[in-house]
């Protein structure tokens, strides 16, 4: 069975820039849309940018411009390259496939955007 594991979390002031790796062991990104979701606390999941097997990806309005997301196949690993970022970023950031999975969440990685 597949498993996600996503990590580059931290603290950051605003402004600052995070990068996000979510790792799977197993091929899955040839086959399914992958995508980057977020929670902040108090609030629903919401899918924030997504990236398609043929590498077309979308963004949600709020991180349009900001954010960006890719993947490298050999290395079975899709990235989320956070810049710009706002207090209202915070948030866990987590990886599945669009529509999502139930088996395949992970733990998530924090992401705090604070000074």
């Known amino acids: 069975q597949v498993q996600l594991v996503e990590s580059g979390g931290g603290l950051v002031q605003p402004g600052g820039s995070l990068r996000l790796s979510c790792a799977a062991s197993?091929?899955?990104?040839?086959?399914?849309?992958m995508g980057w979701y977020r929670q902040a606390p108090g609030k629903q999941r919401e899918l924030v940018a997504h990236i398609t097997s043929g590498g077309t990806t979308n963004y949600a309005d709020s991180v349009k411009g900001r954010f960006t997301i890719s993947r490298d196949k050999h290395k079975n690993t899709v990235y989320l390259q956070m810049n710009s970022l706002k207090p209202e970023d915070t948030a866990v950031y987590y990886c599945?496939?669009?529509?999502?999975?139930?088996?395949?969440w992970g733990q998530g990685t924090q992401v705090t955007v604070s000074s």
């Open positions: 197993g091929s899955i990104f040839s086959i399914y849309i």
């Open positions: 599945n496939k669009v529509p999502t999975g139930a088996s395949l």
